[in-house]
């Protein structure tokens, strides 16, 4: 006869309350598989691996359901940096005998390396690329494998000199002999260096056409791209390169060929990213919408080789769609009916791929962390088949968060979700309203994902409530919402936040004298800013940030960013006393809230020597603060010891500036 123990419900402090969710747990569920692809009727894919110094592992699964194995041993790390947040960094073929054939990034050296792994003789990777002297060299990204042709197509990225803007991107062809190795003048380059910017090189199913994606600064490529076509010849560049589609105010976030030649395009000319199908050469038709709906069928294109949509053999596509989470469904462009796959995923990530009429991609939710799933179109039926979810705690600690649209003082939308308190043997004092911390995504083009983080149950789970908040400039939610940034940075997105977290201490469900800010890059800037901008929060945390916007459109940040600030503040020639009237930099003597810097020391998007200038303005003030600059990083922490100590930092802020008696913390030495 079974007994039911009923856990016993103690009262404490929020803040306070023992969990088994610790900064450990935390950092080593960091990060989710990438990239994902089929390699015959193997899927591949990346994943990371926090313990091991951050390295990003190439992984097999041979069939589905079977064990997942390793490509490459330790230390091959498979990561590019194009760009800085670089892209596709793998592509593979099988082949008739001696198993697959694979092409990928070291991110030591940036180089291309050839590998058969199913080979029997072991012999290591081989270089495919040479090194360059010049700046951060040669750089690669969004392969693609064409052992036909005998070689291995992708975007170079090749500095010409010693500044972050000394660089010069182009599509080329590296052979597979090994031949330009140590020979630069091996590398065909397929296209002029006519755009700051290239990506995706498409080739038809004929073989005779190519198609990639385009543009040129100031514009990022949420704000305006072209779809460029050539004719694909066996030598030399591409030939009779041309636009077909696209501009300066449309942003075209992929292209595909479709099985008949087709070319597919997400675009958001409708004012949101729509697929779109453009006929072959010859056909009567024009540009076609596939599916027009008030939703985004794409996303900002931060990585090189991200895909929303997928085409199928039998003439369906895969695409992903939605308002704020995008789900996975199969269009027919014949119709536009749209069938949305079943199961419990409700965020996929923007890494599709197909192998017949079966379809691969990343799904996770709130309850469970990011899978590998395969989907048949023909029974569709859709099941877990590598990167499987496992509880490593009791899943009642997990956050449960409510989605949430809060109304600005002019009427306008604020998207948030909110994750209360949450710890199922504690609950608080009566009277007692919890701690909130205000979590400000990066970006600021990007978007907050609404699925299991151990970051946030690490606090939830302490009784410290946590709201990310979807602020003006968010994707996800169509070209308007996203424009609201533009010239408004600093502003729009600080007013958003200041919003939410004001909202939730007037409906009581925050304790308004124990709120927080917290961000990263973007995000970063927007926590600073709003420690300057307003006395609503008590503290704040500020990671890997800009804080000096002039200084990081003059030269102080990698080229792909170097004039972002162009639409989010104005030109900085024109608006320069706005470069400074919003700068963290030159408003340090507005901060009165303790505050954490936490910063890589690698980081050459968003670097080191800001934090260093605003350190010094804050010096003498009298503001408690602390600075943890951590070796081997760069912008985002990849490694597990890092993590650690940047969660436990973060909550000793909070212990200090909420009154917390939290125990069993590593110091935090706060200095004025």
């Known amino acids: 006869m079974s007994r039911v123990v009923q856990q016993v419900t103690v009262t404490a402090p929020y803040g306070t309350w023992p969990s088994p969710v610790d900064a450990a747990l935390a950092a080593s569920r960091d990060g989710h598989p990438e990239y994902v692809g089929t ?26 359901g079977a064990a997942e194995e390793p490509v490459l041993p330790p230390p091959w790390n498979v990561r590019s940096t194009v760009m800085g947040y670089g892209g596709t960094p793998w592509a593979a073929a099988p082949r008739p005998a001696g198993g697959p054939l694979v092409v990928f990034v070291h991110f030591a050296d940036q180089r291309l390396y050839a590998y058969e792994p199913d080979a029997l003789a ?9 090194l360059s002297p010049v700046g951060e060299g040669l750089r690669w990204a969004d392969l693609r494998l064409h052992a036909d042709r005998g070689e291995v197509w992708g975007v170079l990225e090749e500095f010409t000199g010693e500044r972050p803007t000394d660089v010069r991107r182009v599509i080329a062809a ?11 003048t091996a590398v065909r380059e397929l296209t002029d260096a006519r755009h700051d910017f290239v990506t995706a090189p498409r080739l038809s199913p004929d073989g005779r056409r190519v198609a990639w994606l385009a543009w040129d600064h100031p514009r990022m490529p949420w704000d305006g791209t072209v779809v460029m076509v050539a004719e694909a010849v066996p030598h030399g560049p591409f030939r009779g390169a041309r636009a077909v589609l696209g501009g300066p105010e449309e942003s075209i976030a992929q292209i595909d060929w479709a099985p008949d030649g087709a070319l597919l395009a997400t675009t958001d000319r409708t004012g949101w990213w729509n697929l779109h199908r453009l006929p072959p050469p010859g056909a009567d038709a024009g540009l076609r919408e596939l599916c027009l709906r008030e939703e985004e069928f794409g996303g900002p294109l931060w990585k090189l080789g991200h895909r929303w949509f997928a085409a199928l053999d039998g003439g369906l596509i895969a695409v992903l769609h939605g308002r704020g989470a995008q789900r996975l469904g199969i269009l027919d462009p014949a119709t536009g009916e749209l069938a949305d ?31 590998v799933v395969e989907l048949d179109t023909r029974t569709g039926h859709a099941r877990v088949i590598g990167n499987a979810h496992t509880d490593p705690v009791d899943p009642a600690y997990y ?37 909130y911390v205000v979590w400000a995504h990066g970006g600021p083009t990007g978007r907050a994902p609404l699925v299991l983080d151990l970051e946030i149950a690490y606090f939830t789970s302490r009784g410290i409530g946590v709201a990310e908040v979807n602020y003006g400039g968010s994707t996800g939610y169509g070209r308007a ?22 909202g939730l201490a007037d409906e009581g469900v925050a304790d308004r004298a124990r709120l927080a800010i917290r961000g990263g890059s973007a995000g970063g800037w927007t926590a600073a800013v709003s420690l300057t901008a307003t006395r609503l929060y008590a503290c704040g945390t500020v990671i890997y940030p ?28 024109e608006v320069p006393d706005r470069y400074r009237e919003r700068s963290p930099l ?44 951590f070796e081997g990083e760069g912008h985002g922490f990849c490694r597990a010891d890092t993590m650690v100590r940047a969660l436990e930092a973060e909550l000793a802020l909070y212990a200090r500036a909420f009154g917390l008696p939290v125990a069993g913390l590593p110091a935090l030495e706060l200095r004025t």
């Open 174 to 184: 590296v052979p597979l002999d090994g031949s330009a190795a140590e020979d630069r």
């Open 39 to 64: 390699v015959g009727s193997e899927v591949w894919w990346t994943a990371p691996r926090p313990a091991e110094g951050g390295r990003r592992a190439l992984i097999r699964q041979r069939v589905a």
């Open 341 to 371: 796959v079943a199961g419990p995923w409700t965020e996929w990530e923007p890494t599709l791929a197909v192998d017949g009429e079966r379809v691969v991609g990343v799904a996770a939710s709130p309850r469970g962390g990011h899978e």
């Open 399 to 435: 956050p449960e968060p409510q989605v949430r649209t809060f109304t600005g003082a002019d009427g306008r939308e604020i998207h948030a979700q909110l994750y209360p308190p949450h710890n199922p043997g504690h609950t608080g004092p009566p009277g007692e309203l919890p701690p």
């Open 586 to 629: 030159h408003r340090a003597d507005r901060i009165t809230a303790p505050f954490l810097l936490l910063q890589g020391l690698d980081d050459t998007i968003c670097p080191p020597a800001q934090c260093e200038r605003f350190l010094a303005a804050m010096a003498g003030r009298g503001v408690p603060h602390a600075y943890l600059a």
């Open 546 to 573: 800009i804080l000096d916007p002039a200084a990081w459109a003059t030269g102080e940040t990698h080229d792909f960013e170097s004039r972002y600030t162009e639409s989010l503040i104005g030109p900085v020639a």
């Open 122 to 130: 072991s012999a290591p990777p081989r270089p495919l690329t040479p």
């Open 481 to 502: 919402y996203r424009d609201r940034l533009r010239e408004r940075w600093g502003v729009a997105d600080v007013e958003d936040c200041a919003e939410v977290a004001g």
